[in-house]
């Protein structure tokens, strides 16, 4: 039942942006991979209280488009 609901959850296509609260849990990723989408990325953007705060990889210009695509701000 959890992976059908993960999979409802990623492909699912609702991307209404929620108002984040001022103290939201800050959450930053380690790697630029595509799993990321399903894992965080989705997930974190339908709850007010979690922020996808900044994407590490090891390739810079890898990390910032994955930022904007996501509208990740560091």
């Excluded at 939201?24 to 790697?31: D, E, H, Q, R, S």
Aim: some cysteine.
């Amino acid at each position: 039942m959890a992976l059908l609901n993960r999979l409802w959850t990623y492909f699912s296509g609702d991307t209404k942006q929620l108002q984040k609260q001022v103290d939201a849990f800050k959450i930053g990723i380690l790697g630029a991979a595509n799993i990321c989408n399903m894992a965080l990325i989705n997930p974190g953007s339908k709850l007010s209280n979690i922020l996808i705060y900044g994407i590490a990889a090891r390739n810079r210009q890898k990390a910032e488009a994955f930022a904007r695509k996501h509208h990740i701000p560091k």
